[in-house]
């Protein structure tokens, strides 16, 4: 069998059954101003994004990356190691911590980087000794850290504090190299981590905490984050966040003490042999923070956005999560995969067995569903995130908004969602009707 050949899997799987009815995953974009994304030509409103702040064609961001480019030119051509560091890098590090509030920070290419650098150094600090116990729900860059780490990974429910404590509890009588690692937003679900009561467990079973706040910084805390929104910067270890979402750029950091600081630069080899963020992308990431500072009410507009928006779709009777500027609308039993007779034809002798047959089955009817759907809005010309396991728990569509949109904005996502509602039984298992709809 060749390399690149593999057993079937789940990703086969939903690739085969997406066949007839149109990949949603890699669309080509052509264009892109504000919340007006191009695929292919076709203008749609761009409600799966994260451009929270609408910084990634603010004048002054935009001002910022020409400036750099003419003073530097386009990249760094060289680790920080060698002759990649910079001197807008140290300035960007430095008000990054400070933004946060920690003593020191460092800056990566990516923020996946920034995630895999920082908790692969930890475990390779403590070999074959550390546990990381993580939410359901967190990011892959961070599994791929623990994987990079050669760390015992174990996981927990989403956001339910009495299963990270019995984990706890177990990995207690292991080691006293515990790290909690979590989302501070999630991504999919728009939820913010209860981080007061992680970090009570985490002072109670002598555990450290790993905060990747990709979609709370710039977001929450008038763009601080979510541990300066609970007040608890000095007692999380680790706080990462990406350039890619508020800051509207590209890039990441780590903040955390001095010391550790000093630490990874010394031996994270996805900082010491990566080269160096681009100049542009350091100074456009100056401007946004400088913009959040300046333009506090850019936050709280995005907050009331998602907010009016989550209601209306609540009250065409939609299960909507999130609390943040991330809407997640889920799918799961949308398609009234409960009733399928097919679903309910499925059994076994072992009744655990059919029960795991029977969601999988669910699972599989829904995420068809789901898929269906997002093309069905793709055609009204409105852009969403479809999300399925396992990189969510169940499907959903994700929506999000930006603090650009406008009342119409947001009465042309609903006014869809309410004609899509009344399309559910073809979207359920018509693609032919959903293809040929006008």
């Known amino acids: 069998m060749a390399l690149h050949e593999r057993r079937s899997c789940a990703a086969c799987q939903t690739r085969d059954a997406v066949v007839g009815i149109g990949n949603p995953f890699y669309p080509r974009v052509t264009g892109k101003n504000g919340n007006v994304i191009h695929f292919d030509g076709s203008p749609h409103l761009l409600a799966g994004g994260n451009d929270y702040l609408n910084l990634a064609t603010h004048p002054r961001v935009r001002q910022a990356a020409k400036d750099a480019i003419d003073e530097f030119g386009v990249g760094t051509t060289g680790s920080p190691l060698m002759n990649g560091h910079m001197a807008l890098h140290e300035r960007l590090a430095a008000e990054l911590a400070a933004w946060v509030g920690k003593e020191a920070a460092m800056v990566f290419t990516t923020g996946y980087l920034a995630n895999l650098g920082a908790i692969g150094e930890l475990g390779q600090m403590n070999p074959r000794s550390m546990i990381a116990i993580r939410d359901e729900s967190a990011h892959a860059s961070l599994i791929d850290g623990m994987r990079l780490g050669g760390v015992r990974g174990w996981k927990f429910k989403h956001n339910d504090m009495n299963s990270l404590r019995r984990r706890l509890e177990r990995a207690r009588e292991r080691t006293d190299k515990i790290l909690i690692v979590v989302d501070g937003v999630y991504s999919t679900e728009g939820d913010i981590a209860p981080l007061p009561d992680i970090v ?15 979609h709370g910084f710039g977001v929450i805390a008038e763009g601080r984050g979510t541990a300066a929104h609970f007040g608890l910067a000095d007692r999380v270890g680790y706080i990462s966040a990406t350039f890619s979402k508020s800051c509207g750029a590209s890039g990441g950091f780590v903040a955390a003490s001095r010391e550790v600081i000093q630490h990874f630069e010394a031996r994270c080899s996805p900082h010491m042999f990566v080269a160096s963020l681009p100049p542009a992308m350091t100074a456009a990431t100056l401007a946004s923070l ?15 956005v998602a907010d009016t928006l989550r209601a209306k779709l609540r009250n065409l ?66 852009y969403v995130n479809p999300f399925i396991p396992p990189g969510s728990i169940d499907p959903l569509l994700r929506l999000s908004v930006t603090d650009a949109y406008t009342p119409g904005d947001v009465r042309k996502i609903v006014d869809a969602f309410d004609e899509m509602r009344h399309m559910i039984p073809a979207l359920a298992g018509s693609p032919t009707l959903l293809v040929d709809a006008d």
């Open 200 to 214: 009570e467990l985490a002072e109670r079973y002598g555990a450290e905490i790993f905060l990747d706040d990709a």
């Open 290 to 304: 400088q913009i959040m500072r300046d333009e506090p009410q850019r936050h709280a507009r995005v907050m009331a």
């Open 317 to 382: 009777g939609f299960t909507v999560g999130g609390e943040t500027p991330i809407v997640p609308v889920f799918m799961i039993g949308m398609f009234g995969s409960l009733r399928d007779p097919d679903i309910q034809a499925l059994t076994h002798d072992d009744e655990d067995t059919q029960a795991r047959l029977r969601e999988e089955a669910l699972r599989h009817k829904d995420t068809l569903g789901t898929f269906r759907a997002q093309r069905w809005l793709m055609k009204r010309g409105i």
